[in-house]
């Protein structure tokens, strides 16, 4: 896993000039709420399925939902005091192809992840099963070593077309379920991106049927992101972590 810091974004994309100050944002979502989605980090996970996997006009589809993904960063950064970790495609750049890793950017916040989406819009493949394991095994270990924030984690995973080694997917799923100490610990944020059937049904077997899969909770929660809008992102980060 590659390690990389965000350099200063681009001034003129002004996707955050309607995102909160994270001293307003308690007070915008209310004090249940605010209690259950502060005191948490944010992990997200940015990448495209596999070529043969792909779904037709991606890069279109992509473009549709940028100004729905720098909302949804803005809200989760707003949330985490310290910066949300995001993964995106990793590049072998004497190839300008994808690899199959991804980099970790550490402690993004809104003045720093405008221009890490600017380099990966619309993003490269990236290896879903694996990243996926890579945060949670990361979530898990810092766990042990006292230091995660009180309240656990979200994952939330934006990513378009079918994604391979789903079954993979499902055991990274199902195991994490019996490490949490319960709902609300841990919740992981399936957004699809533009239309595919094959991961639409994928997904909603994670939201509604895990536990027939030998889950110990119900940790999994998928929407199209084009369903999402300023005034449902933080209702559905909160179905994230109680359905």
Known sequence: MVHAVASEPNQELGAWDSIVEPG???????NSVGHLLYNRDYTVI?????DSYAMPNAAEQWQVAQAAIYKLLGVCDAL??????LYTPQVDEATAHAVPHFQCHDAVTSQTAAAVLDAHQPPEQINLALSLQTALADYFRRKAEGKTKPNGEVILVLFDGE????MGIVRTIVDATKHVDGTGELGIGLLQIGESPIAEGFFGML?????LAGAAHDIVKSRKIEALDENSLTEFLTQVLTD
Request: negative net charge; proline residues 4%; aromatic residues 4%.
């Open 24 to 30: 307003e944002t308690y007070m915008v979502l209310g």
């Open 46 to 50: 940015l990448g495209r399925a596999a």
């Open 80 to 85: 985490d005091s310290d910066g949300i970790t």
């Open 163 to 166: 994604p391979q080694n789903r």
């Open 207 to 211: 939201d509604h049927d895990l536990k």
